[in-house]
C-alpha cells in the first residue's frame, strides 16, 4: 500500500522550509510519497496517512500559521499519525539543553495533547544577520545570539528514519 506524508511547514526566512525539504527527501529515499508544503498551501488533509508539521521558532512561539494550522486542522490530525519540529536554536549542542526546557509553545500545549504527535523534535536554526528586519536585528544583538547556520543534517535525517520506519511498520 502506497503511505502518502504531508510534510507542511512554516519559514520566515527559509531555514525551516530547507529543512522540511530535507525531511521530504530522506522520506522519498524511504520509499514513501511525501508532498512538502508551506502551510498557507495546504488545501486537503484527507489524501494524507500522516502528516509531518514544522514551524520556525520566533521569541519563543510558532510562526501564527503554523499555529492556525494547527487548530484549524485539530480533527482531522488527531486521525492521522502526526509528528512535530521546531527550528530554533542557535549554537553548538544539544538543541533540547539550548532550549532550556521549551519543548513547544506553551499555547498549544491543549491542542498538542488532544492531537497526541508520534514525537516532536527540536532542530537547531539558522539566523543570517543581513535578512532580518531592524527590530529584529536589535533583538539579536540585545541576547548576544549565535550568528550561522547550524542546522544538523545528520540529526535530521535520522530522526526522519526513525519517522519513515515507524510508518512503514504501522502500515505492514
Ligand atoms: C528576532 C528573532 C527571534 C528568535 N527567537 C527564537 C526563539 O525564541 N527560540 C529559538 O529557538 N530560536 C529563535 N530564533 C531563531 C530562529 O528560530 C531560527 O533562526 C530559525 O531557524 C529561523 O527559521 P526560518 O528561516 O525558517 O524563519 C529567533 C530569531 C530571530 C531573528
Redesign the pocket.
Known amino acids: 500500500m502506497e503511505i502518502r506524508i504531508l510534510v507542511a511547514y512554516?519559514?520566515?526566512?527559509?531555514?525551516?522550509?530547507e529543512i522540511a525539504e530535507k525531511i521530504g527527501q530522506v522520506l522519498r529515499q524511504a520509499g514513501l510519497q511525501a508532498d512538502v508544503l508551506p502551510v498557507h498551501r495546504v488545501s486537503d488533509l484527507m489524501p494524507y496517512k500522516a502528516v509531518v508539521l514544522g514551524s520556525?521558532?520566533?521569541?519563543?512561539?510558532w510562526?501564527k500559521e503554523a499555529a492556525k494550522f494547527l487548530r484549524t486542522n485539530e480533527k482531522l490530525l488527531a486521525e492521522r499519525f502526526v509528528w512535530l519540529f521546531?527550528?530554533?536554536?542557535?549554537g553548538e549542542g544539544d538543541p533540547v539543553e539550548?532550549?532550556k526546557g521549551?519543548r513547544f509553545p506553551e499555547g498549544l500545549r491543549p491542542i498538542i495533547d488532544r492531537i497526541q504527535p508520534r514525537d516532536i523534535a527540536i532542530f537547531?536554526?539558522?539566523?543570517d544577520m543581513k535578512k532580518?528586519n531592524f527590530?529584529?536585528k536589535f533583538?539579536?544583538k540585545n541576547v548576544k545570539?549565535p550568528v550561522g547556520d547550524f542546522?544538523d543534517l545528520d540529526a535530521i535525517t535520522s530522526w526522519t528514519t526513525a519517522v519513515a520506519d515507524e510508518l512503514k511498520k504501522q502500515s505492514e
Open positions: 512554516a519559514s520566515k526566512y527559509g531555514a525551516t522550509a520556525a521558532v520566533y521569541m519563543g512561539r510562526r521546531s527550528s530554533g536554536p542557535l539550548l532550549m521549551w537547531h536554526g539558522m539566523l532580518l527590530i529584529e533583538a539579536i545570539s542546522r
